[in-house]
Structures are given as C-alpha cells and as structure tokens.
C-alpha cells in the first residue's frame, strides 16, 4: 500500500508559480514511478506528467512542456511538481498518482492516488 498526500496548491495570478508536493508513505518509494493528473470542474481527469522511479525520465502533456517541471527526491518519499506561468484554464484540483507499471499517461496504469489539492488561478 501507499499513501499519497499532496499539498502546496493555493490561489494565484495568471503568470505565477506554484509548486506542489506529493509525500507517500512507502519504504519502496524509489520503486515507484509517479504521475501529476488534474481535474477541473466537470471535466476529465488528464495527465499532466510524469517521472521514472530514478527521476531518470520524464514525461509532460504538450499543454505543460516548458513550463512544468516533475521532480523528486528518493530519499524523503517526496515528488514534486514545479508549475510557472500558470494560465486561469489551469485551475483544477492536482493529484499525484504512484505506479509500478511500465506504462504512463492514462490513469487507469497508476495503482494509487492522492486526494488531491486545488489551483486556483485567477485572471
């Protein structure tokens, strides 16, 4: 089992930066891979991005590429997501998802989720 927590969203301006957490529980953290998901208001829950269990490989929706930047640190069982230049169409709530599978990108290949933090991103 793993439990996901995220935090670090909040309310900003069009143009800033937020960066989320997402601490699990696991001793086996380094063996899971990790994914950021968002969700907005009665729409579908779509990748955002992605990272190998060594950090060695990453993967961004094209809507984030240069933007975005997944992170994380082994040994404090923590991922990261860094997020710049945040546009109002991004406000959703974020979650952090864990996998073991070789696949990424769809929700249905991460095992376990987090509850979720809101983004709010104001014009």
């Known amino acids: 089992q793993v439990q996901l927590v995220e935090s670090g969203g909040g309310l900003v301006q069009a143009g800033g930066s937020l960066r989320l957490s997402c601490a699990a529980s696991?001793?086996?953290?380094?063996?899971?891979?990790m994914g950021w998901f968002r969700q907005a208001p009665g729409k579908e829950r779509d990748f955002v991005a992605h990272i190998s269990w060594n950090g060695g490989m990453t993967y961004y929706a094209d809507s984030v590429k240069g933007r975005f930047t997944i992170s994380r640190d082994n040994a404090k069982n923590t991922v990261y997501l860094q997020m710049n230049s945040l546009k109002p169409e991004e406000t959703a709530v974020y979650y952090c998802a864990a996998t073991q599978r070789s696949r990424y990108g769809q929700s249905v290949e991460y095992e376990y989720w987090g509850q979720g933090t809101q983004v709010t991103v104001s014009p």
């Open positions: 696991a001793r086996t953290f380094s063996s899971y891979a």
